[in-house]
């Protein structure tokens, strides 16, 4: 009987401690389920463009745009675009991220505030205009990922926020109001109140074990009580018969 007391005891405690977060978990799985994961990554507000057509014979070659960078090594080499002109993207042995117009042989990187605003316009496609544009040394965490870089900012209901890579040119992320609110829950969700991107740190670990605990206990003690009414049911039958 003692046992059994200290039982309950222990599942009431728990039961209380862990039941906050088993809410907040069943609010962030709603949130998270509500919510298109094409909005929360406003890919619905990305313009839809292609590839220009670009006439090869007016194309600098890769040899020809390392000597205009004056450099004798490189580790990678792409051909890429920005915005309608054709570039070169190339990294060298330090792992520094270089970009020449392929026609011009024009250094582009880093971006300056006229292009960077040219991309950011390019990119989006919603009702709103451009309110803020700045270079950020030290991005805030809701970018995830070391700086500098491009943040232009939109004036749409949705506060859209555009980050673009100014030795890449090309958008690294896009956040909103409702990425923000999405992420807000993540966060509660996975138990990782910095950045959201631990899943498996000791916290959740150890709330997710007392909650299989709590509902595995509770299920216990549930079987001892229905047995215990069975058996109290079944003596007073048995003495209303002898009676």
């Given at each position: 009987?003692?046992?059994?007391?200290w039982?309950v005891?222990?599942?009431?405690?728990?039961?209380l401690?862990?039941g906050?977060q088993?809410?907040?978990?069943?609010?962030g799985?709603?949130?998270?389920?509500?919510?298109?994961i094409?909005?929360?990554?406003?890919?619905?507000?990305?313009?839809?463009?292609?590839?220009?057509e670009?006439?090869?014979?007016?194309?600098l070659?890769?040899?020809?745009?390392t000597e205009l960078?004056?450099i004798?090594?490189?580790?990678?080499?792409?051909?890429?675009?920005?915005?309608?002109?054709?570039?070169?993207?190339?990294?060298?042995?330090?792992?520094t991220n270089l970009?020449?117009?392929?026609?011009s042989?024009?250094r582009?990187d880093?971006?300056?505030?006229?292009?960077?605003?040219?991309i950011?316009?390019?990119?989006?496609?919603?009702?709103?205009?451009?309110?803020?544009l700045?270079?950020?040394?030290s991005?805030?965490?809701?970018?995830?990922?070391p700086?500098?870089v491009?943040?232009i900012?939109?004036?749409?209901g949705?506060?859209?926020t555009l980050?673009?890579?100014?030795?890449?040119?090309?958008?690294?992320?896009r956040r909103s109001?409702?990425?923000?609110?999405?992420?807000?829950?993540?966060?509660?969700?996975?138990?990782?109140?910095?950045?959201?991107?631990?899943?498996?740190?000791?916290?959740l670990?150890?709330?997710?074990?007392?909650?299989?605990?709590?509902?595995?206990?509770?299920?216990?003690?549930?079987?001892?009580?229905?047995?215990r009414?069975?058996?109290?049911?079944?003596?007073?039958?048995?003495?209303?018969?002898?009676?």
């Open positions: 009987m003692t046992t059994l007391k039982t005891r222990v599942h009431k405690w728990i039961a401690i862990v906050i088993i809410m907040l978990w069943i609010a799985g709603l949130v998270m389920s509500a919510i298109p094409e909005t929360v990554r406003g890919e619905h507000k990305i313009s839809p463009t292609g590839p220009s670009i006439d090869t014979t007016e194309i070659s890769l040899n020809h745009a960078l004056k004798d090594a490189i580790s990678s080499a792409t051909l890429g675009q920005v915005l309608d002109k054709p570039v070169w993207r190339i990294q060298d042995p330090s792992g970009i020449v117009d392929a026609r042989g024009e582009l880093p971006l300056s505030e006229a292009l960077a605003r040219e950011a316009e390019a990119d989006y496609s919603g009702k709103g205009t451009v309110s803020s700045e270079f950020v040394a991005p805030p965490s809701e970018y995830g990922r700086g500098p491009w943040r900012q939109f004036d749409d949705d506060a859209t980050y673009i890579d100014p030795q890449s040119a090309e958008v690294t992320a109001s409702t990425w923000r609110f999405y992420d807000f829950f993540w966060k509660l969700h996975v138990m990782d109140y910095d950045d959201g991107h631990d899943h498996n740190h000791p916290l670990i150890t709330a997710s074990g007392a909650a299989v605990f709590v509902a595995l206990s509770g299920l216990i003690l549930l079987m001892i009580k229905i047995r009414t069975w058996l109290i049911s079944s003596r007073r039958r048995a003495d209303k018969s002898r009676a």
